[in-house]
T-cell receptor, first 110, second 115 residues
Framework: DQQVKQNSPSLSVQEGRISILNCDYT??????FLWYKKYPAEGPTFLIS???IKDKNEDGRFTVFLNKSAKHLSLHIVPSQPGDSAVYFC?????????WGAGTKLIIKP | EPEVTQTPSHQVTQMGQEVILRCVPI?????FYWYRQILGQKVEFLVS????????KSEIFDDQFSVERPDGSNFTLKIRSTKLEDSAMYFC?????????????FGDGTRLSIL
């Protein structure tokens, strides 16, 4: 089941630079997308979401972009900070359930 | 900030035994969920619950699984006869509304180890 794909298992970024995490989905009927962040031994924490009626949503250092024609979304973090080091999950809300990507481990280098 | 709490943090159980995982959702939330993550695999949806009944369930959520909201604050997941493959991290979540603009908030999980 590969309805939501995060093709980069890990990403390393210098502190202060931009982190870009990518996510692809297969079903054009999906209409609500979320990003969660997870630290070890903790549950996922909601970061930001976007509805399919928009192509961009911004919250502080976090911006999510949605390209419906490409079935692609991305999360931009700028500037990246050491506390951003975590696993980031892309998820799609589909009928009361979240369908998850495999996650991307983001490492922020000092 | 209000949070979802799960107990225990780690549960070790013999295969074939029953296990109950407990969750206290955020107090004004109306929708409740269970997910699991087997080590090295994706997070998988198990079940959603609203108005004292199951809204959706996945293929994983077979007759061995059940959920209950026994007292208006707790939300439990019961596995009747555990199997080795039930070993996973189980996450409870809750949300104020059912969908758009009502994100699910997660607890820190219960690690279930079946021996």
């Amino acid at each position: 089941d590969q309805q939501v794909k995060q093709n980069s298992p890990s990403l390393s970024v210098q502190e202060g630079r931009i982190s870009i995490l990518n996510c692809d989905y297969t079903n054009s009927m999906f209409d609500y997308f979320l990003w969660y962040k997870k630290y070890p031994a903790e549950g996922p924490t909601f970061l930001i979401s976007i509805s399919s009626i928009k192509d961009k949503n911004e919250d502080g250092r976090f911006t999510v972009f949605l390209n419906k024609s490409a079935k692609h979304l991305s999360l931009h973090i700028v500037p990246s900070q050491p506390g951003d080091s975590a696993v980031y999950f892309c998820a799609v809300d589909s009928n009361y359930q979240l369908i998850w990507g495999a996650g991307t481990k983001l490492i922020i280098k000092p | 900030e209000p949070e979802v709490t799960q107990t225990p943090s780690h549960q070790v159980t013999q295969m074939g035994q029953e296990v109950i995982l407990r969750c206290v959702p955020i107090s004004n939330h109306l929708y409740f969920y269970w997910y699991r993550q087997i080590l090295g695999q994706k997070v998988e949806f198990l079940v959603s619950f609203y108005n004292n009944e199951i809204s959706e369930k996945s293929e994983i959520f077979d007759d061995q699984f059940s959920v209950e909201r026994p007292d208006g604050s707790n939300f439990t997941l019961k596995i009747r006869s555990t199997k080795l493959e039930d070993s996973a991290m189980y996450f409870c979540a809750s949300s104020e509304g059912g969908r758009v603009s009502q994100p699910q908030h997660f607890g820190d999980g219960t690690r279930l180890s079946i021996l």
